[in-house]
């Protein structure tokens, strides 16, 4: 099956700067990579997504590139706030119907102000 | 919360007796997943259901069951509950863009 693994396990950055979280996969047949959020207690909340036909994708200070050829991809938090501390996780599949998620282990990033 | 509550929230119990979580949902997606969490191995599968009676085995199966009866529930049951199934367990509904959503979770303490 599908590995994931994900770099930094933690990861602190001061309020302003720039955070870069990677992960590479294994499978080369895995066509979605979404990004989650989760803080502390909560639920994991899906924060950007992307598809294996695009190599960039971008929301606000969040963005996240694709390299198919070397199986990894990144998440970039610019302009980092204190809200932006959590835990995040990167996922791989490639399911067309049912969509198996593979997990990274997670990176947790402090944001300190 | 894409319409997804989970019974219980907060569940301790002994070893060898069976437990069953609930995922309900209001949205009528088709497909449903079981995840757990455990520190240091982000999320893993347990089962998933792409339809009423349809379900399958994810990578973390040994140890549980599940059912779907309705297209809004979604059963996760052991059988018999061990320490080593103390987790936190995250139901998941997909939408058809393939996004998923998760459940506020249930934290299962076996003793």
């Known amino acids: 099956g599908e590995n994931v693994e994900q770099h930094p396990s933690t990861l602190s950055v001061q309020e302003g700067d720039s955070a870069v979280i990677k992960c590479t996969y294994s499978?080369?047949?895995?066509?979605?990579f979404p990004w989650y959020k989760q803080e502390l207690g909560k639920r994991p909340q899906l924060i950007i997504d992307?598809?294996?036909?695009?190599g960039e994708k971008k929301d606000q200070r969040i963005a996240v590139t694709l390299n198919k050829t070397a199986k990894h991809f990144s998440l970039h938090i610019t302009e980092t706030q204190p809200e932006d501390s959590a835990v995040y996780f990167c996922?791989?599949?490639?399911?067309?119907?049912?969509?198996?998620?593979?997990f990274g282990t997670g990176t947790r990033l402090t944001v300190i102000p | 919360d894409a319409g997804i509550t989970q019974s219980p929230r907060h569940k301790v119990t002994e070893t060898g007796t069976p437990v069953t979580l609930r995922c309900h949902q209001t949205?009528?997606?088709?497909?449903m997943y079981w995840y757990r969490q455990d520190p240091g191995h982000g999320l893993r599968l347990i089962h998933y259901?792409?339809?009423?009676?349809?379900?399958d085995k994810g990578e973390v199966s040994d140890g549980y069951s599940v059912s779907r009866s309705k297209t809004e529930d979604f059963l996760l049951t052991l059988e018999s509950a061990t320490s080593s199934q103390t987790s936190v367990y995250f139901c998941?509904?997909?939408?058809?863009?393939?996004?998923?959503?998760f459940g506020p979770g249930t934290r299962l303490t076996v003793t």
């Open positions: 996922a791989a599949s490639r399911g067309t119907g049912a969509n198996n998620l593979f």
């Open positions: 499978d080369s047949a895995s066509n979605y």
């Open positions: 992307i598809r294996s036909n695009v």
């Open positions: 949205e009528n997606h088709r497909y």
């Open positions: 259901s792409y339809g009423v009676k349809d379900t």
């Open positions: 998941a509904i997909q939408r058809e863009g393939r996004e998923q959503y």
